[in-house]
């Protein structure tokens, strides 16, 4: 019998359910596990939730995470300073884990930005070999900045990046070190900059492994809103994920106030994942308790305002007729969106912004339909939509097994594990 792969995943924000750490890699453990004889350990926050902890078979760990905003201060040399001071907090903590632990095969570190390139590089030359086999890092970030049409400008630390990213290659050469990424555009992107392609993981999901049952606890269902859900003739248009600007919400607002205007439409029932309020460019705010003041005919709102479970969410899928991802095109060029990638896999249609990375994969398959990047764009996609709604339905749902094909477990893994 052979030895299983010893793998372990180091994500230092990891605490909770939210955010895209506890689903990207409880995704990546049931993908590991689904496909082949895999030992997976994982390292999370020191402040991780029991819950988590015990359903991910995590281990509390890491003092500090970045994404806790730590490091944001107004002069730019604490900023730098903040950068350097992670990278030791990263090597120190990892460091102390690995000095104990048995051999892995593969480090995986999921989420990776500037923070922590200098810590990983301390790792790999202290630990490579000899505690493991292959470092891998996954990048996430853009080190580039788009406009709304989609042109690329480097940002002002991509030197630093360049850099950074650079002192890996003889790791890369010998393959103690692998860089991915989960976008294509994003690994052009890298590669302009470093000369270095970097190799693209498909998007772990967890559809298709795992059938979530119907959910019994009080999430589901739980909303704030200004609703006639119970009504069946409302075409129920779901924006999956935190309401955030870059994602495009205060757009289907402005969206559903037009097409309350249109006295043949179907009725809408958008659906929102909101739970605080953003600020718009101009300055002024917006949230859930905006919208029930609109009162707008034939457009209603469900607004979901505490953090689904995973099988709520599910769920939130299954009873949508269109998914929506009005993303703005500068933010979302390049970003991939792993909702979409869930949606696609059920077999529901997508309205998604034109040129990002989601037209480019949604597509291939046909799954939707893309919308200019501005309000006019969002309304005349729901319009189009809900005129065409069955056609699209049914193409969606013929293409769900290629895209389950493409995202699947194997090609992951195999990707991952370089195998």
């Not at 470093?194 to 492994?209: E, M, W």
């Not at 606890?217 to 009504?231: C, I, P, Y």
């Not at 929506?324 to 969106?337: H, T």
């Not at 939707?368 to 189009?384: K, P, Q, W």
């Amino acid at each position: 019998m052979s030895k299983p792969t010893n793998l372990l995943i180091v994500e230092e924000a990891l605490r909770n359910r939210e955010g895209h750490w506890f689903e990207y890699n409880r995704a990546t453990k049931a993908a590991l596990q689904e496909v082949g004889d895999v030992d997976v350990s994982m390292l999370g926050n020191i402040t991780m939730e029991p819950s988590v902890a015990e359903e991910l078979g995590a281990t509390p760990h890491f003092r500090f995470t970045v994404w806790d905003q730590i490091y944001n201060q107004p002069q730019a040399w604490k900023r730098y300073l903040g950068i350097a001071r992670h990278n030791r907090r990263l090597y120190q903590d990892l460091a102390k884990h690995l000095v104990v632990s048995d051999h892995y095969d593969t480090v995986f570190a999921p989420t990776v930005v500037l923070h922590h390139f200098l810590g990983y590089h301390k790792i790999a030359k202290r630990f490579g070999g000899r505690k493991f086999r292959q470092l891998v890092l996954l990048v996430r970030n853009n080190i580039a900045l788009y406009d709304n049409q989609g042109n690329r400008t480097f940002r002002g630390t991509a030197k630093f990046w360049r850099w950074a990213i650079k002192r890996f290659q003889p790791m890369l050469d010998s393959g103690a070190v692998r860089f991915v990424t989960d976008s294509e555009r994003l690994a052009d992107e890298y590669e302009e900059l470093t000369g270095i392609r970097f190799q693209v993981l498909p998007h772990p999901c967890l559809i298709g492994l795992q059938a979530p049952s119907t959910p019994a606890d009080e999430s589901f269902g739980k909303t704030e809103k200004n609703s006639t859900s119970e009504s069946t003739k409302s075409v129920r248009v779901f924006l999956p994920g935190p309401a955030r600007y870059e994602k495009g919400a205060d757009r289907l607002v402005e969206a559903a106030k037009l097409l309350s205007q249109q006295q043949d439409l179907s009725p809408i029932e958008m659906v929102f994942q909101w739970s605080d309020a953003f600020t718009l460019p101009n300055g002024s705010m917006l949230g859930p308790d905006d919208l029930p003041a609109l009162n707008l005919s034939n457009v209603t709102f469900d607004v979901i305002t505490k953090p689904l479970s995973s099988e709520a969410y599910h769920q939130q899928l299954l009873k949508a007729d269109l998914i929506i991802l009005p993303y703005r095109r500068e933010v979302y060029f390049a970003r991939i969106s792993g909702v979409a990638v869930e949606a696609m896999m059920l077999g529901k249609p997508l309205l998604y912004t034109s040129d990002t990375w989601v037209d480019t994969i949604a597509s291939q398959f046909d799954c939707g339909l893309s919308m200019d990047n501005d309000v006019a764009g969002v309304v005349e996609a729901i319009s189009e939509a809900i005129a065409n709604l069955d056609t699209m339905a049914q193409q969606s749902r013929g293409a769900a097994g290629d895209v389950a094909s493409f995202f699947s477990a194997k090609s992951f893994t195999s990707k991952l594990l370089n195998s």
